[in-house]
């Protein structure tokens, strides 16, 4: 193992195991293909990863090459979002959970505060602001 190589410890009957990253997802992908077989009911050899559009080059590379670890062959890696059009893509570790929730808050309380155009600020209504961060949430 090199130096600097994060592991996951284990004890486990007097022993340690030491897993990698890659041999922890290797192990989760054939799990993933041993679930497809049960459900499926026949033996599954090849296998297609979806990945979100966030998903860079290197990370792709990173989880062809923990499949061929596997020991799974990969027939192709795609974008899993097909509901809507990806006009761009950015990444922001900061940003999650609540941090995104109340940003879309703000962005579609500008756009009903535009598309009203009265200059009434719908920030002030404390019941409607209930209501979309309701909303915001379930999505």
Not at 46 to 73: H, K, M, S
Not at 76 to 105: H, I, P, S
Request: proline share 1%; glycine share 8%.
């Amino acid at each position: 193992m090199k130096l600097g190589t994060c592991v996951y410890r284990t004890e486990g009957e007097g022993e340690y195991h030491n897993f990698t990253a890659k041999k922890l997802v290797a192990m989760i992908l054939k799990y993933a293909m041993g679930l497809a077989e049960n459900h499926a009911r026949i033996s599954v050899k090849d296998l297609v990863i979806t990945v979100p559009p966030y998903v860079g080059v290197a990370e792709r590379r990173g989880l062809l090459t923990v499949a061929d670890l596997a020991g799974i062959n990969v027939l192709a890696c795609f974008t899993f979002c097909k509901l809507f059009q990806v006009k761009d893509v950015r990444w922001d570790a900061e940003l999650e959970g609540q941090n995104m929730e109340l940003r879309l808050v703000e962005y579609f309380v500008d756009e009903f505060n535009k598309q009203l155009g009265n200059g009434v600020d719908i920030r002030n209504n404390v019941k409607a602001m209930a209501k979309l961060k309701k909303q915001v949430k379930r999505t």
